[in-house]
């Protein structure tokens, strides 16, 4: 019973450290599109409509579409959704450490009762 709880809890570690590096692969994607996002945000009123290009009642409407619905909703997936989805990466990347941390737990005590029982 000991070798199979023992071996059990290493392959749920290997599973756990797995699953912990695939979430800061995709945190630190998620943090990459969160910078270009940043760096990029001025060319949702790109470009400039001056008089001599683009005028009139037209021209109003969509500037004002252009800057309430295109800007508003880059804004809202930047600084929400994607800042949102760091934040949960970031909540189970700390969930899966604290897993870990129990396992390495349990198989110190697992050890520990076999080596008292050896001795």
Known sequence: MFGQSLSGLYEKIHKKEQELSDLKTAGAKLLSLYEDFSSNE??????????????GMNANGFERHREYEVFQ???????????????M????????????EELKNQIAALEA???????
């Open 113 to 119: 009762e076999e080596k008292a029982k050896n001795d």
């Open 89 to 100: 990466v970031e909540y189970y990347i700390n969930k899966i450490e604290d897993e870990i």
């Open 42 to 55: 001025s060319l949702c009123m790109e470009p400039s409509l001056s008089a001599n290009t683009f005028q």
């Open 73 to 87: 909703a880059y804004r809202e997936l930047k600084d929400e959704q994607l800042v949102q989805g760091i934040s």
